[in-house]
């Protein structure tokens, strides 16, 4: 039996058409542009169905809501379908897929995310190649987690980032290796078939949460922390130097204390592509542990901007939501 998989078209460059301001997304023309190519309705190929969202958006304009609206229309249509290919635009693809990966609980199917540089309908676009690749694997190499499939590379989707603006490499997993790799023969790395599961999906809600990020810098004044953890900031992401290190500074240390005794979690992502926040490695780390500031470990700042948003949106304790930050729920980090 030939599998089905649904495609959700959220928008994105993959179906965008050029207008005298740059490209943008245009109603009905992905759909248009694929019936013209046959290569996606060769008998090798599972059977599809799109399902265009009626606005179309550059990913720059996704919000919480949208994760909302792609992870309750996964739900919706769960029963009925093999696989999930959610086409979206590059920008803030790594984002969605982090989101997508903590609102989906138990999933038992593949959901892949995609899209491409150039769009679909244009010469040497990269989104025919995303597409039937993204198609055919969600059929014949179901891994039943939210995935990131771009230059022949199926990524874990929350270990994912944007890493180039212009190449059609434009997506890396810095640290964890692809699920799956896609030469002349199609190869599983890191991802694991999907088993037979008895498990039912829950989607959790997620609502948009006023989170601070903050990228240290040489000379950064304590009140750049200070003011960004006015009121209504309800979190702090601390993009701190190679292991984990921040300056010494007591004034801005005392903006995090601060933060703990008002139940702010702040949590700290180093600044640094590759490797894992350690606060025990250096002085400069340490003071950070000691007024409770919490590792991100190896998580990236997409995926630590997600989970907030997943736990904040629940009804949890600071002390809950400490751990949970901290524990590896869906292979965000490690620990
Ligand atoms: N390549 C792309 O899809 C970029 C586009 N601005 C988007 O994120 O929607």
Redesign the pocket.
């Known amino acids: 039996m030939r599998k089905h998989i649904y495609i959700a078209y959220t ?4 179906g965008m058409k050029p207008s005298s301001q740059g490209y943008v997304p245009a109603a009905g023309f992905l759909t248009e542009t694929l019936a013209k190519m046959p290569e996606f309705n060769r008998s090798e190929m599972p059977l599809f169905t799109i399902h265009e969202y009626d606005n179309l ?4 304009d996704m919000s919480p809501s949208d994760w909302q609206r792609i992870a309750d229309d996964i739900a919706d249509n769960y029963d009925d379908y093999d696989g999930f290919i959610i086409l979206h ?5 790594a984002y969605t897929s982090s989101a997508l990966s903590f609102m989906l609980e138990d999933l038992a199917k593949p959901v892949i995310v995609t ?3 150039i769009p679909l309908a244009e010469l040497r676009s990269d989104g025919q190649v995303n597409l039937l690749n993204a198609l055919f694997i969600a059929a014949n190499f179901p891994i039943a987690e939210v995935g990131l499939f771009f230059n022949n590379r199926l990524l874990r989707g929350n270990r994912s980032r944007k890493v180039d603006a212009d190449g059609f490499n434009a997506f890396d997993s810095p640290n964890f290796p692809p699920l799956l790799e896609a030469g002349i023969n199609i190869r599983l790395k890191a991802g694991e078939l999907a088993k037979a599961s008895d498990k039912k999906l829950t989607v959790s809600n997620v609502s948009a949460q006023p989170i601070g990020m903050v990228s240290l810098y040489p000379g950064i004044a304590p009140e750049v922390i200070k003011n960004t953890l006015q009121q209504p900031v309800n979190a702090l992401i601390l993009l701190s130097y190679g292991v984990g290190n921040a300056p010494q500074n007591p004034k801005l240390i005392e903006q995090l204390q601060y933060a703990k005794s008002r139940e702010i979690p702040v949590v700290n992502c180093t600044q640094c592509i590759r490797g894992r926040v350690n606060m025990g490695g250096y002085a400069t780390g340490h003071g950070l542990q000691e007024v409770g500031v919490l590792s991100g470990s190896d998580m990236t700042p997409e995926a630590a901007l997600a989970k907030l948003h997943y736990l904040l949106s629940k009804n949890l304790s600071f002390e809950q939501i400490n751990l949970l930050l901290t524990a590896n729920l869906r292979g965000e980090l490690s620990e």
């Open positions: 928008g994105g460059t993959i958006i550059d990913s720059s635009g590059t920008d803030t693809m899209g491409s540089q």
